[in-house]
């Protein structure tokens, strides 16, 4: 009985994972060669977005980015993609989440498929999705996840599930909180008494560990379980526990970059300063041009009132990306806490001029021109941060 649970928690656990994998071999399990394989499913593509994206990230080059979809065969047309994606915006666009990050790495897929014709269409939608949600007020971002740092090569077959149960669960986190019976057949089969579901996590990280000849592969899936999870665990406003899981995940692969930059932007939404400057450090010491990671710690150091140290770092974001409205944006505010009205001034001109309905610019600029006695140009910054969002 236990077997037959535990092979069922390990198949949804690969769908948490989105560890991917070649089908088994076993001749009763194996499909005809002859039967397409299933579509993909929204989940699937939301995963294997999400692995472009951050292929593109580290310098994927657009043979690279076409290599991708000729390898998914049938579920690489473009055009199936295409309606995906268009139900993806739709959900993004729904939601009041700001998605700065993932939109300006749409942009960037967009750009590589220029060289691209089959992908164009592609590309020109991922475009419009992006755009819109950059022009969105989204000043408040705090935190994404965009998967693992490694550049992963061509994603193979996902496993099947062995019934319609299994197809229909997809967070194993939910599942073992929403049912008390699974968690606890669960907790008692690896001897555990418990009512955290993080410590029955860790009893299955290690079950899950048991007879891998390559300890590292391990502590690498492992680690990619417990970022998954934080990813989960903040999603679902539980921004402490995610640190926790991300803290796991660190201990496994030190070296993991996305896992520090989350970790650094939860821990600065729980107005944890300090942590999250240190975080942050860590990221920008695997990857010295994450410039989100250069902006979040800008914020971060204005919090604690070291304005210089932060002006710095916005200026270490904008050596990178010049054209990042939050590091102007955030650098005229701290030139503000300084009394460096005009030169703040420039910097929200600098702002608005990458995003012209950005309202929070638009309104500080009018104050800041306010103290400097320009009334005139205060009413008139006003007036446009009331066109974008009326009283």
């Not at 399990?29 to 580290?58: A, N, R, V």
């Not at 989204?138 to 090569?153: F, L, N, R, T």
């Not at 929403?178 to 009512?195: H, K, M, R, W």
Request: hydrophobic content about 40%.
């Amino acid at each position: 009985m236990f077997r037959r649970i535990w092979q069922w928690l390990k198949s949804l656990w690969e769908k948490l994972l989105g560890l991917f994998s070649q089908p088994q071999t076993n001749s009763s399990e194996t499909q005809p060669l002859s039967q397409s394989p299933p579509p993909l499913t929204d989940t699937d593509y939301d995963f294997l977005f999400g692995q472009l994206l951050e292929g593109i990230t580290q310098g994927w080059s657009p043979e690279r980015v076409k290599n991708f979809f000729d390898d998914l065969g049938e579920r690489g047309k473009p055009e199936l993609w295409q309606e995906w994606l268009q139900r993806f915006g739709e959900r993004l666009l729904a939601s009041p989440k700001p998605n700065d990050e993932l939109a300006q790495r749409m942009v960037s897929f967009a750009t590589l498929t220029r060289l691209l014709p089959s992908l164009e269409s592609l590309g020109n939608l991922a475009n419009n999705i992006g755009t819109e949600l950059l022009s969105r007020d989204d000043s408040g971002a705090i935190w994404e996840y965009d998967g693992p740092d490694a550049v992963v090569s061509s994603p193979s077959q996902p496993p099947l599930g062995e019934n319609q149960e299994n197809e229909a669960l997809e967070n194993l986190v939910v599942k073992l909180q929403e049912d008390p019976n699974l968690f606890a057949t669960v907790a008692q089969q690896l001897g555990i008494q418990t009512s955290d579901p993080r410590v029955v996590i860790q009893g299955m990280v290690n079950q899950l560990g048991v007879g891998v000849k390559d300890l590292q592969q391990s502590a690498e899936q492992n680690s990619e379980i417990w970022a998954k999870l934080g990813l989960e665990q903040a999603k679902a406003g539980d921004l402490a526990g995610a640190v926790d899981s991300w803290e796991s995940a660190l201990a496994l692969k030190p070296d993991y970059h996305q896992v520090w930059y989350n970790r650094g932007k939860a821990l600065l939404q729980l107005e944890r300063w300090s942590e999250a400057i240190a975080s942050h450090d860590k990221a920008l010491e695997i990857k010295s041009d994450d410039y989100l990671a250069w902006n979040n710690r800008a914020e971060a150091l204005g919090k604690l009132e070291r304005w210089q140290e932060a002006i710095a770092s916005c200026d270490k974001a904008l050596e990178i990306k010049v054209n990042y409205y939050l590091a102007w944006y955030n650098k005229a505010n701290f030139l503000v806490s300084l009394g460096n009205f005009t030169e703040a001034v420039n910097c929200y001109d600098k702002a608005l001029e990458i995003k012209p309905n950005f309202y929070d610019g638009w309104y500080e600029r009018g104050n800041v021109l306010r103290d400097l006695g320009l009334m005139e140009e205060a009413n008139k910054s006003w007036e446009k941060a009331r066109e974008i969002k009326p009283e």
